[in-house]
T-cell receptor
Framework: AQKITQTQPGMFVQEKEAVTLDCTYD???????LFWYKQPSSGEMIFLIY??????QNATEGRYSLNFQKARKSANLVISASQLGDSAMYFC????????????FGTGTSLTVIP | DAMVIQNPRYQVTQFGKPVTLSCSQT?????MYWYQQKSSQAPKLLFH???????NEADTPDNFQSRRPNTSFCFLDIRSPGLGDAAMYLC????????????????FGPGTRLTVT
């Protein structure tokens, strides 16, 4: 079974609108971390936001927020007020366990912001 | 200031000619990773080091080797590159989890794009 599933290969959003990128995960470990990364066409992976399995509140970082629904095992990324520079690939990832050093990545979502 | 540095950014090698990619970090992180990423795909973990402990993924070809001489540096050696090894190679670092229930993120370098002719 896939550890991380991203079901949206491509998404379009109008500039200044909000967009939600979906991510579901699969783990039986009570301790895990969820991450979102942005990868522009230049290739560098940029860390955006983190949600811990024990965190009571949804994470927010500027225009990024994470809609964490633990019972549904989903960790959707919400980007508010989209900008042209947000056009990129977005990857959801998970790190399991207190001693887990391996990260599991989803297949990514390509976001295009339309002027 | 760059925290994870990869050299070179672009590497062209000939079919079958050994090549080494390098990665260095200024973060003093315990864990270093090498990923292979092909166009429009997710990064694929090749191996990682936790300090000096080497962890190879089961499906990483023997053609790929790695060395970590010290905390700061890690190398990826491709002994006999094939056309299918052309890809972006990403190095990343992370702190190890130490029971604090904080899963630390990875920091990535800019990548080395490998072309095999």
């Amino acid at each position: 079974a896939q550890k991380i599933t991203q079901t949206q290969p491509g998404m379009f959003v109008q500039e200044k609108e909000a967009v939600t990128l979906d991510c579901t995960y699969d783990t039986s470990d009570p301790s895990y971390g969820l991450f979102w990364y942005k990868q522009p066409s230049s290739g560098e992976m940029i860390f955006l936001i983190y949600q811990g399995s024990y965190d009571q509140q949804n994470a927010t970082e500027g225009r990024y927020s994470l809609n964490f629904q633990k019972a549904r095992k989903s960790a959707n990324l919400v980007i508010s007020a989209s900008q042209l520079g947000d056009s990129a690939m977005y990857f959801c990832a998970m790190r399991e366990g207190d001693l887990g050093n391996q990260f599991y990545f989803g297949t990514g979502t390509s976001l295009t912001v339309i002027p | 200031d760059a925290m994870v540095i990869q050299n070179p950014r672009y590497q062209v090698t000939q079919f079958g000619k050994p090549v080494t990619l390098s990665c260095s970090q200024t973060l003093n992180h315990n864990v270093m990773y090498w990923y292979q990423q092909k166009s429009s795909q997710a990064p694929k973990l090749l191996f990682h080091y936790y300090d000096k402990d080497f962890n190879n993924e089961a499906d990483t070809p023997d053609n790929f080797q790695s060395r970590r001489p010290n905390t700061s540096f890690c190398f990826l050696d491709i002994r006999s590159p094939g056309l299918g090894d052309a890809a972006m190679y990403l190095c990343a670092t992370s702190r190890a989890i130490s029971g604090g229930r904080r899963a630390y993120e990875q920091y990535f370098g800019p990548g080395t794009r490998l072309t095999v002719t």
